[in-house]
């Protein structure tokens, strides 16, 4: 009739949080979350234990496939609010990476406030951390060389669109790539190396 | 009381908010949990900011927070929610799991005779004899005619 | 500049033991029990739910009795604890119209619909400390209740338009101090979220100030109301509002004068007090100074302290100030150590360069301007207002 969430929620999302702040302290590496919980499609269990955690009341979202069930549980369980436009969301869920919006779509915040910029979660089909076909190396704060790592599943244009924001430091976006268990973060201060 | 139950819920939801935690343990000694009850949302106790107005009347302003402690069940095909103010966790327990059985057309007329009505009762006491004793300071002025 | 110094470990440890003896006292006599603090020290435990901004009693019980009676502490213990909470929400706003009246009385008139109830209130005592422990007497009921519909007193002026009408307009979703930072001007629904938060003892200073001259303030207390009022929320997985519980509210409706300006007819204005539990003082207070920070709304002039939004506000938090003082006891050993050795080279210089008899105060000056910069943080220095440059105060009598 109606999944629960995260059994202990206390400790659940503590947990995660504690991985998801590694994650983002240590850029394009890829590590399993702690807690999968039930999801309804079609958000992923990763992404839900994301949202969770850092998602809440004083939080807009916005669904890029909002279906009724998957807001249903999102907002019983996380309480959080839903933006209708992307500029709008504090943190965006990304479903279906082929068909969403172009990252310019999304808040940047603004320069008193850089922080007040959106979050995107994406769920992608796979992320591979090996010099495989498609892989990018990736360098900046918290990456001690560089970072090799392949996510399948993007738009074709997406790493011109998010170099093209680099430009705009400290404004940005801060993304979540999940792939079963799998997180990885590309914070907007990680940059993508040339060829 | 309107006996519908889409419109008498808000109101046995918020009787069982407004029990005193005791008397709700007691009224619902009596009733067994359904057997497939499940905890869809544990008991969890948080804040709700409380909204005021400006001269009482006016815009919103926030005026402070309160300790909500809130609960969600499933229970014998129902979901039953609640929401009671401060920390008592097991109190949100038991209204959630009122509210569900509540729901249940085979549960209703008893819960609804042994647990709402007396927490109604007891709660129109309370208010009552409040309002009595405060009448009780009451002023009654005499006004003394001068000058006539 | 903030410099760890290691150390001290023992003797914290020691510190925090004698702390906890101290807090107990006497082993030999009960500890105080929550339910004791919570029923007969209530008015501390309003104070403590009403600063530290969370209505809880048994939390606000178990502050005072872990901070010994220190309030402002026991209000830093509820605040930091109200930190660990997750927000559910907003609840509908409190509507103290439909308050279950216990006490209510009005200044200005004397025959109003429903009575003046005087209720629980130190007003008529002797005020002389009473030695005997006697037992209370246990208040006969009337035989009928108040009535159930009590109207707000400050309405019977409005049929003469004789007063300003309060009316939400568009309702505008109104800041919140817990999320966003305090920025001016800082406009009503935001200066009353402050001034709930805001110390009693400084609120009543304030206030007290306008009645004393330091503000174009004439004020009557128009109604005081203190009872039960429902919180009701509408939370989303219901789509109906239900009544979760009731809390003890005092609310003051101060009136003012007010000649007319900025377009507004000659009325009488409002000022706005809400407090949790029982806390009349603190909501007179706070309706004098809510009043008193409208006056450029009011084109009225604005010389006073208290109606200058940014020192009110800045500086009425408990929690930020007592921070903020106190934390000149913490180890600054190496900022003084600067201090020290920038005033040896200035006493050095002075002694080289001054022909006696020295220049006057060369070396205080270049000191107190270093200390100036670096006690502001950076933050703007404070501007005297008039009032403070020789204003004499007036008298203003009761009219």
Known sequence: MMLAAFADPVFDSQRSFRELLQAMARPAMPRPLPVLPPAPAPVAPAAMAIMLTLCDATTAVWLQQPEDEAIRHLRFHAGLKLADRPQDADFALVTDPASMPPLDAFARGDMRYPDRSASLIIQVAAINPAPVDGAHEFAGPGIRETETVAIDGLPADFWQQRAALAALLPLGIDLFFVAGQQVLALPRTTRLLEG | MDTSPHLARPHWMSLLAQADPAELVQAMGAFAPPADTAWLRPAQTGLYMLRGRVGGTGPQFNFGEITVTRCSVQAGGHIGHAWVRGSDTRHAELAALADAMLQDADRHASLRMQVVEPLRRALDRRRDEASRKAAASKVEFFTVVRGE | MYVAVKGGEQAIARSLELLAEARRGDAAVPELELAQIRGQLRLGVARVMQEGSLYDEELAALAIRQAAGDMLEAIFLLRAYRTTLPRFGYTLPLDTTAMRVRRRVSGTFKDIPGGQVLGPT??????????????????????????????????????????????????????????????????????????????????????????????????????????????????????????????????????????????????????????????????????????????????????????????????????????????????????????????????????????????????????????????????????????????????????
């Open chain 3, 122 to 399: 130190y007003d008529y005592t002797q005020r002389l400390l009473d030695f005997d422990t006697a037992v209370a007497a246990e208040v006969a009921p009337a035989d009928v209740p108040l009535p159930s519909d009590m109207p707000r007193v400050l309405d019977l002026l409005d049929a003469e338009a004789l007063i300003e009408r309060i009316e939400p307009g568009s309702d505008p979703e109104p800041v919140d101090l817990t999320r966003e930072p305090l920025m001016f001007p800082a406009d009503r629904a935001t200066r009353l979220q402050n001034l709930s938060r805001g110390d009693e003892g400084f609120l009543l200073g304030m206030a007290y100030s306008t009645q004393r001259g330091y503000a174009e303030s004439h004020p009557f207390a128009g109604e005081i109301r203190m009872g039960e009022v429902d919180v009701v929320i509408c939370p989303e997985e219901l789509g109906f509002v239900i009544e979760i519980g009731s809390i003890v509210l005092t609310e003051c409706q101060m009136i003012n004068q007010f000649h007319g300006g900025n377009g507004v007819p000659p009325q009488f204005t409002r000022g706005y007090g809400l407090t949790m539990g029982e806390g009349e003082r603190k909501a007179m207070a706070m309706a004098l100074v809510d009043r008193a920070l409208r006056c450029d709304e009011l084109a009225e002039p604005n010389h006073a302290p208290a109606q200058n939004q940014e020192f009110v506000l800045s500086h009425s938090d408990s929690v930020e100030a007592s921070g903020f003082v106190q934390h000149l006891k913490l180890p600054h050993y190496v900022d003084f150590q600067a201090e020290l050795s920038l005033l040896r080279t200035l006493a050095a210089q002075h002694a080289r360069h001054a022909p006696p008899p020295a220049p006057q105060g060369e070396a205080g000056r270049g000191c107190s301007g270093s200390e100036g910069t670096s006690l502001q943080d950076g933050l703007t220095p404070p501007q005297p207002s008039p009032a403070s440059q020789g204003r004499e105060p007036t008298e203003v009598c009761g009219t």
